[in-house]
């Protein structure tokens, strides 16, 4: 399950050329020219960069237009709008405009800087890399190039590529601040977050008014804690941040941190700013209503919206029936969701209408769209309620708020009922695996004591194609793990519900195999990297009926939690 994280690195990316664009070409646009066209393109261009600056980008965008207009042949004027458009989030237009710049003024090397930042920020890492290339090739001086070069290396898992780069860049500007904070950046992908605070600190030695470098050891400390000097850390960013962008990430990070210390009155508020417009990972409804704001329900319409990844979804369903108590009678509740959690969900809340929602793309957003919902009074977003109904421990019901099948239940009960001892289910990893992410799961390599604890049968809960991880376990330890046939456990998540509910305990990474299995009443003990934002500040997950957190003293140190796992699950079995 996504349960989101805090981004390494304030912007999702690297660091343009904006800056640097910027005051070239207003120095360049206040110039004498005899040319009556140039001279009102420049006019337009200047006005274009005073309003960027104050962060209005639709009336920079607007100048901009105005400028290429008076100057078709203006590149500078097609690189503004650009910035501009890229602000607006219009990114597919503002590589458009970049492109044309760059037909315009191929020597202009800020350009490739800033094509290849808007390619990253696309998830066109391939265009990225050439450009970053390019610009080093061109400004080999400059740190802004290695900076996003390593950074892309990092974010396609080629670590030790991106180690070089930025180890070399700083063998050669060593008073570099950027380029410490950016070796340290991929020594936390490393999971090496001792060693990633100590090239922070030393990019906060070099300057300590850095707020990117402030961030990321904010970051590093929310994995690892103290979360109280996490979150000075990111106080500290949010003191120094002029950027948009960087103020929202690290806002949203703040927030994160203060949901994981149990204040959950402010992190949810504050957790709101995923939906801005800017932030990295905001999803646009397209609906025609607005977003709820916590204003009354009763009696009104109400369109709730799965977000984020799918246990999230899940885990965030902990809120509906006091959404649906707060509509009422004389309301509408609508729910869309993935389409294979409608069965569940149309089981456990009777009086609502669920349907399914469809993905699609634009500007390299995510859209959710809901054809089938009509014009309801407002548009809820799943997490949205959190900052209204779930303030403190106390608002969390301690139950299950998801009912199973209960024929299929009662079947995989009487299937596991021929195996001995308790019937554990098990996952061990998300399905989507990459450089961000992999740090968070262990390999069923790491399983080999939980595996061997006697008086156990373990019940595969793990979704995708795991057939060749099932038959590793076999091979090293000896382990059988039994699988339910025909049931396919990434698309059939109503049987798979009801296999979790059909089992004594579940032992999860967070997944939404351990989302299923404690929406539904089943125990989860969650195996963790590191203690995560929804513990809510305690050891276990409130929003289940029954749960437990089991993470290892030092981040991702998998031998040593593994061995207390299994002892608490040997006595669970001699129980």
Request: net charge negative; aromatic share 8%.
């Amino acid at each position: 399950m996504a349960a989101e994280r805090a981004e390494n690195g304030a912007n999702a990316t690297g660091i343009g050329a904006k800056a640097a664009f910027l005051a070239r070409a207003e120095h360049d646009s206040a110039r004498d020219v005899a040319d009556a066209a140039r001279r009102l393109c420049h006019k337009h261009l200047r006005k274009a960069i005073h309003a960027f600056r104050r962060n209005d980008y639709g009336k920079a965008a607007v100048l901009s237009v105005d400028a290429t207009e008076a100057d078709p042949r203006c590149g500078q004027a097609y690189h503004m709008l650009a910035l501009s458009l890229e602000n607006l989030g219009e990114m597919a237009k503002a590589i458009t405009m970049y492109e044309q710049a760059l037909a315009l003024d191929p020597g202009d090397t800020d350009l490739y800087l800033n094509l290849g930042l808007a390619a990253w920020r696309m998830g066109l890492n391939p265009v990225a890399e050439k450009f970053f290339r390019v610009y080093c090739e061109m400004e080999p001086g400059q740190p802004m190039g290695w900076n996003n070069l390593a950074g892309v290396l990092r974010d396609t898992s080629r670590f030790d590529e991106a180690i070089e780069v930025a180890r070399t860049a700083i063998m050669r500007m060593p008073e570099q601040p950027l380029l410490w904070n950016t070796l340290g950046t991929i020594l936390v992908e490393l999971s090496d977050f001792a060693q990633a605070a100590v090239f922070y600190r030393e990019a906060l030695r070099l300057d300590p008014k850095f707020a990117r470098a402030w961030h990321n050891l904010g970051y590093g400390l929310h994995h690892t804690g103290p979360l109280d000097e996490a979150l000075d850390a990111y106080d500290h960013a949010l003191s120094l941040e002029a950027e948009p962008r960087d103020r929202i990430e690290t806002s949203h990070a703040r927030a994160l941190c203060l949901i994981a210390m149990g204040r959950l009155a402010e992190g949810f508020a504050g957790y709101e700013v995923r939906h801005h417009h800017q932030h990295r990972a905001s999803t646009l409804y397209g609906i025609d209503a607005p977003l709820w704001k916590g204003e009354a329900l009763a009696g009104r319409t109400v369109l709730v919206i799965g977000e984020q990844g799918l246990g999230d979804e899940i885990m965030f369903a902990n809120t509906l029936s006091d959404v649906a108590a707060a509509i009422g009678p004389t309301g509408r509740l609508k729910v869309a969701v993935d389409d294979r959690l409608i069965p569940l969900f149309a089981r456990s809340l009777p009086n609502a209408e669920i349907g399914n929602y469809f993905n699609a793309s634009h500007n390299a957003r995510d859209v959710r769209l809901v054809p089938w919902a009509g014009k309801p009074d407002f548009v809820m977003p799943l997490g949205s309620a959190l900052a209204h109904l779930r303030t403190s421990l106390d608002d969390f019901p301690g139950k299950a708020f998801l009912t199973p099948d209960p024929q299929r239940t009662s079947e995989f009960r009487a299937a596991l009922a021929r195996h001995p001892g308790l019937r554990i289910g098990i996952c061990w990893r998300s399905m989507l695996i990459n450089a961000q992410r992999q740090k968070y799961f262990s390999a069923i390599d790491a399983w080999k004591d939980v595996l061997a604890v006697p008086g156990v049968t373990f019940v595969n809960l793990q979704y995708g194609d795991a057939q060749a991880e099932i038959a590793r376990a076999k091979a090293l330890f000896g382990a059988d793990i039994v699988q339910m046939d025909g049931l396919d456990l990434k698309n059939d998540l109503d049987g798979a519900a009801a296999l979790s509910a059909a089992c004594d305990l579940v032992i999860s990474a967070p997944t939404a195999a351990a989302a299923l299995a404690g929406a539904v009443g089943t125990e989860v003990w969650f195996l963790t990297a590191g203690p995560v934002w929804p513990q809510l500040g305690t050891d276990r997950y409130p929003w289940y009926r029954a749960s437990k957190v089991f993470s290892p003293a030092a981040f991702g140190d998998w031998a040593e939690v593994m061995p207390r796992l299994a002892a608490a699950l040997g006595e669970r079995a001699a129980a």
